[in-house]
């Protein structure tokens, strides 16, 4: 395999990348070496040497502890449960909450093998147990082994003397209901609230 073979390759690899976008990309890469290629390449360097997963909370930074959990203004009685950094991220864009993080690194799932062992379950109940915590916000995403892995906390978690919460899940805002599955449609039936 050459290097182009070898590039193309390593591309495709990416999460929405496939073989024909990875062969663009890296087309696109070759053609703007200057203005693209190699100050990339100058980026991913310094982002291998320089970023860090907290060992607080798993989130990814420049320092360690990690910016949110070493900013004093978060509320320290909250530590909010996702499953990637990528969703933690996400709950950060919504400028909505302000507590801590923890994350898990997955989800459980007996048909890939993947049990508590391989998640970062037992440093979040240290953190729980040891700490000021008032509440646990899971925070897993709607799916088969997220569902899972929520009550597999619940349980691991029910003897504490803390809050245990679940996001809620319905409608989007600016949904149609013609457009929502069915799914969806349920879970906001079951979660009505008083108008």
């Known amino acids: 395999m050459n290097d182009l073979e070898q590039l193309i390759a390593l591309l495709a690899k990416l999460p929405g990348l496939g073989p024909r976008s990875a062969r663009r990309a890296a087309l696109h890469l070759l053609k703007k070496r200057d203005s693209l290629?190699?100050?990339?390449?100058?980026?991913?360097?310094?982002?291998?040497?320089?970023?860090?997963a907290c060992t607080q909370c798993g989130n990814w930074d420049v320092q360690n502890p990690c910016h949110i959990c070493a900013d004093a203004r978060r509320n320290p009685a909250q530590i909010c449960v996702v499953e990637e950094v990528a969703d933690l991220w996400a709950i950060e864009r919504a400028h909505s909450y302000r507590g801590l993080y923890h994350v898990l690194g997955g989800t459980l799932s007996a048909l890939d093998g993947?049990?508590?062992?391989?998640?970062?379950?037992?440093?979040?109940?240290q953190r729980a147990a040891n700490n000021n915590i008032q509440e646990v916000i899971l925070a897993t995403n709607a799916t088969v082994q997220g569902q899972t892995t929520a009550h597999y906390?619940?349980?691991?978690?029910?003897?504490?003397?803390?809050?245990?919460?679940?996001?809620?899940?319905?409608?989007?805002m600016g949904g149609e209901l013609d457009y929502l599955d069915e799914g969806t449609l349920t879970t906001a039936l079951a979660a009505r609230q008083p108008f």
Do not use: H
């Open 37 to 52: 290629l190699y100050p990339l390449l100058q980026s991913l360097m310094a982002t291998a040497e320089s970023i860090q």
């Open 114 to 125: 993947i049990g508590p062992d391989a998640l970062s379950i037992d440093p979040l109940l």
């Open 153 to 172: 906390l619940t349980d691991r978690l029910q003897g504490l003397p803390l809050k245990i919460s679940r996001l809620a899940y319905g409608l989007p």
